[in-house]
C-alpha cells in the first residue's frame, strides 16, 4: 500500500475537503450539521485556519485528498486560548486503513508547536472507531452528555475526551 502523506493545506483541496464533510453531514453523526456547507464556506473557514497559524493538515493518498485534520480554539474566550478543540474526517471509501491515526498524530504534534497545552475531542458517543482513535492517542474520557444532539430523527450522546499537550 502507498503510504498517506501529510502536508499542510492547499486551496486545491477545497473541493475534496467539502466533499468529505459532505458524505459526513448526510450520512454519519460524526458531525451534528444537517446541511453541507458550500465550498465558499470551506474556503472562507481553512483560510481563515491557516491565516490565524492554526494546524490544518491533509493527508494525502496516491494524489488525491482522502482525509483532513485541523485544531482551532475551544472556545473564543481568552480563558480558553491554550486549549483546542481536534477534527480528523476521513474519505469513506479509506476509512479504517490507519490514516487518521497518523493524522491525529500529526495534529497533536502541531498543536503542541502551536503552543496549546490542551486537546478536546467532542465524539457522538455512538462513534466507537472514533472514540477507540483517541483512546489510542492519550485521550481520557472526562464526560459522557446524554442526548445532546438530535439528528436523522434521533437522539444522540456525546462524548468529551482531553489530553494534555
Not at 458531525?31 to 490565524?52: C, H, I, M, N
Request: net charge neutral.
Amino acid at each position: 500500500m502507498t503510504e498517506l502523506v501529510i502536508r499542510p493545506f492547499t486551496w486545491s483541496d477545497v473541493p475534496a475537503i467539502t466533499a468529505i464533510y459532505r458524505h459526513a453531514v448526510e450520512n454519519t453523526v460524526a458531525t451534528f450539521d444537517t446541511e453541507a456547507p458550500s465550498e465558499t464556506f470551506f474556503a472562507q473557514k481553512f483560510g481563515q485556519l491557516v491565516d490565524e497559524g492554526h494546524p490544518v493538515l491533509i493527508g494525502e493518498f496516491e494524489g488525491e485528498t482522502v482525509a483532513y485534520a485541523y485544531a482551532t480554539t475551544y472556545r473564543p474566550r481568552p480563558a480558553y486560548r491554550f486549549t483546542c478543540e481536534n477534527s480528523i474526517y476521513v474519505h469513506p471509501n479509506h476509512q479504517g486503513r490507519g490514516m487518521g491515526s497518523l493524522l491525529l498524530a500529526r495534529l497533536i504534534e502541531a498543536a503542541r508547536a502551536y503552543g496549546y497545552k490542551q486537546m478536546v475531542a467532542v465524539i457522538a458517543a455512538e462513534r466507537a472507531d472514533s472514540i477507540r482513535l483517541h483512546d489510542k492517542h492519550g485521550f481520557l474520557h472526562i464526560g459522557r452528555h446524554p442526548k445532546l444532539g438530535f439528528k436523522f430523527d434521533r437522539w444522540v450522546d456525546i462524548v468529551h475526551m482531553q489530553r494534555e499537550l
